[in-house]
């Protein structure tokens, strides 16, 4: 008698926890950040369909130019899910685009020379490319089963 209540309770539990996994992961689609959905990581947008100004979560801006950058209320590496408690910065340097280690696509890796306060956590300096060379966007990809915080979008004039 206990036997059988017992892997009923099981059961029941597992299947409890299934189905809030199931909807988590539904709430996360179609709550996602950008309403076309979660951007992908890609490998086919050259280094030269880069350049422009993305705009994105927040008010952060980066201005790529072919050697350099600029960002305005830039994140620190601690940003998730709308805390702003770490603030946002004003800097410049230089990028490099390059493959992403251990994962798929290829991504900007930004190298700050001035911006970033001491004292506090690195800035984000890695962004992921996604997109297509029309419309590419740069995203913070923390996390691939779940839609990124930041997303950064560039705007028509390239």
Not at 5 to 11: A, E, K, P, S
Not at 130 to 152: K, S
């Amino acid at each position: 008698m206990y036997g059988s209540i017992t892997r009923g309770l099981v059961f029941s539990c597992v299947l409890l926890l299934l189905l809030t996994l199931g909807y988590l992961r539904l709430m996360n689609a179609i709550g996602g950040k950008p309403s076309h959905g979660c951007p992908k990581a890609v490998s086919d947008i050259s280094k030269s369909a880069l350049p422009g100004r993305y705009t994105g979560t927040g008010g952060m801006e980066i201005r790529l130019a072919s050697s350099g950058f600029r960002v305005k209320s830039w994140r620190y590496g601690g940003y998730e899910h709308g805390d702003d408690s770490l603030g946002s910065f004003e800097g410049s340097g230089t990028w490099e685009y390059e493959s992403r280690s251990g994962a798929e696509g290829m991504q900007i890796r930004l190298d700050f020379f001035e911006g970033p306060e001491p004292g506090n956590p690195d800035p984000i300096a890695f962004l992921t490319v996604g997109g297509d060379r029309a419309r590419p966007v740069l995203f913070d990809d923390v996390d691939p089963d779940v839609c990124p915080d930041i997303v950064l979008t560039r705007g028509d004039g390239g």
